[in-house]
């Protein structure tokens, strides 16, 4: 009997990065806001902040994330009084499955800050900007970078995506 090989469905795929931040801001800090023709998420890992996404106001708090789609205009503030700790990360993708983070705040878990911890971490290792430049344009590639860093940071963007999915906040 011959073997049949079964192609893998792949729901939600990520084929590019665009970029990967680690904030520390001050508690006054203020971004005066973009709009950009790919997906971004914020999440609070400390302290809280202020979000408008087009013409909605937010406050978010530690443990919480909002995506902004492609082209919707985003600002963020500090509140004056707690100092803010944020990941931003911004991507391209392209699978209807992602439409799922229209206009959604969302919770995040342990297994989902886990896997937050390790995309900070293979960026590391992948590249050689500061993470925590809010100009950076590009992401410079580290020359000697371990294998698959790269590929770890989309498996593990991918995951946590699927897992927000799942979870359905």
């Known amino acids: 009997m011959d073997y049949i090989k079964t192609p893998l469905k792949e729901d939600l795929v990520i084929k590019k990065i665009v970029t990967i931040h680690y904030f520390e801001y001050a508690k006054n800090y203020v971004f005066e806001g973009e ?3 790919f997906w971004e998420f914020l999440y609070v890992d400390k302290g ?8 909605l106001g937010y406050k978010l708090k530690q443990g919480e994330m909002i995506f902004h789609k492609p082209n919707e205009f985003h600002n963020v503030w500090a509140n004056g009084r707690v100092a803010p700790n944020l990941v931003v990360i911004s991507f391209e993708c392209k699978s209807p499955s992602i439409n799922f983070f229209n ?9 989902e800050k886990n896997l937050l911890a390790n995309i900070l ?3 590391r290792n992948a590249y050689s900007s500061s993470l925590d430049d809010p100009s950076l344009k590009k992401l410079e590639k580290n020359d000697d970078q371990p294998i698959g860093c790269e590929q770890l940071i989309r498996i593990y963007l991918e995951q946590l995506l699927i897992h927000l999915i799942r979870k359905g906040n």
């Not at 809280?48 to 013409?55: K, R, S, T, W, Y």
């Not at 206009?103 to 297994?111: E, L």
């Open 35 to 37: 709009k950009h023709d």
């Open 103 to 111: 206009n959604k705040i969302i919770n995040v878990g342990d297994s």
């Open 121 to 123: 971490r293979e960026a």
């Open 48 to 55: 809280e902040v202020e979000v408008m996404a087009d013409n």
